[in-house]
């Protein structure tokens, strides 16, 4: 069983960077696809993007296209999600999650981790 841990969130200016990390122990998670995602308050976790198990292919959904970028170290077993210009509407907590299924649903994913929170002022 794959444990993940989300770490880098915090609070940030409109405009402004983060790098969030997701940190995998247990086994490794060289041979899966990884996601992002996001869930702000009193609504729907939402796909941010995904990477494929070599890193060469990359899906990103249309609110953060251009602005985010997905990578991974797998001799580190982890994953990043490198954030710039970031908005106010980026507010929110930020998961990592193995893909199990093809797609992009949160039901397609499991092993999540616990998140981190991301909160960009105006």
């Known amino acids: 069983q794959v444990q993940l841990v989300e770490s880098g969130g915090g609070l940030v200016q409109a405009g402004g960077s983060l790098r969030l990390s997701c940190a995998a122990s247990g086994r490794t998670i060289s041979n899966y696809a990884m996601g992002w995602f996001r869930q702000a308050p009193d609504q729907e976790r939402e796909i941010v993007g995904c990477i494929s198990w070599s890193g060469v292919g990359t899906y990103y959904g249309d609110s953060v296209k251009g602005r985010f970028t997905i990578s991974r170290d797998n001799a580190k077993n982890t994953v990043y999600l490198q954030m710039k210009h970031l908005k106010p509407e980026d507010t929110a907590v930020y998961y990592c999650?193995?893909?199990?299924?093809?797609?992009?649903?949160?039901?397609?994913?499991?092993?999540w981790g616990q998140g981190t929170q991301v909160t960009v002022s105006s």
């Open positions: 999650a193995v893909q199990h299924y093809s797609g992009t649903k949160p039901s397609d994913f499991g092993s």
